[in-house]
């Protein structure tokens, strides 16, 4: 998970806040995807290492075998137990919570390892398959999707344990992962709600991209649509099919999302919270927060059961 079990602080990020992960294979530095049980992931570093919450570069798919506890994603609480399915992208917050009579397969892999996208049956375009599976990030695995989805982590796990470092077993472990992807789609992936010509696709696709690396510039839907090259009616037309939610919102919601995790999992100042996430002044920080929060920045601290809360 991190290369002789370092860590690196995330780049332009004050100290107090949270903790970036690089991946790192120490069996095959060159190779994208590790596969390993959760006690292995959990012993290869001093336990002070996953005392605090991270922000993984990569994915996490752990597939819970048993025992039950809890694992932290984002600012939730998420309760797990043998068939639970938790998958964290790259730029989430996670945290493991040690001492649980917990074990899991785990599956870490870059984004550069996965295949670029699923053609679905009429033409339609579903954008990269990592983006359609397990939509909220956790899900309880039903007995015949549980069985499928054991049936091919079983299978990259044997050809993992068999890989030598090369080329060909690096494109047979990529194509497993996309079985194992695949498998869960089947359970999880709804058609009817990513119906979407190519062009609207890329055009979304190229949003969500611009989007994580401008949340913090600019909120106006006009500057994301000049950045990916359409109109802005295109835009919203490509947003509302993908996601039903408007551009607006979608900048809105990804604001709040990284506005809730430096409040969880940082002992950051809301003033310093709001200069990271591009507020001119904290006051307009804490208006935006009660509008799309729900509640003041501090109250949804102390709200929280994380390591930083009242």
Known sequence: ?????????????????????????????????????????????????????????????????????DHFLDFRRVRCKAGTLVHARPGQVQQFVLGQALEADVLLFTS????????????????????????????????????????????????????????????????????????????YLKCDARRMTDSLSMIFQRFRQALEAKFTQTRTVEDYAEAIGCSAKSLRRACMMASDCSPKSLIEQRLILEAKRLLAHTGLTVEAIAAELGFSEPTNFVKFFRRHGGMRPLDFRVKFPGPHSG
């Open 112 to 187: 550069e390892f996965l295949f670029p996208a699923i053609p679905a049956p009429d033409g339609a375009a579903f954008g990269p398959l990592i983006d359609d599976i397990v939509p909220e990030d956790v899900t309880d695995l039903q007995p015949d999707a549980l069985e499928s989805v054991v049936s091919v982590m079983s299978a990259i796990q044997r050809a993992y344990s068999k890989a030598d470092g090369s080329k060909l077993s690096a494109t047979i472990l990529q194509h497993l992962l996309h079985a194992v992807l695949l498998t869960i789609a089947i359970y």
């Open 1 to 69: 998970m991190v290369k002789n079990g370092q860590a690196r602080a995330m780049q332009g990020l004050p100290q107090q806040s949270i903790l970036g992960v690089d991946y790192a294979n120490p069996k095959f530095p060159e190779l994208g995807i590790e596969s390993l049980c959760l006690s292995e992931l959990l012993g290869r570093v001093p336990p002070s290492h996953f005392a605090s919450p991270q922000r993984p570069g990569f994915h996490l798919l752990m597939l819970f075998t048993s025992g039950s506890g």
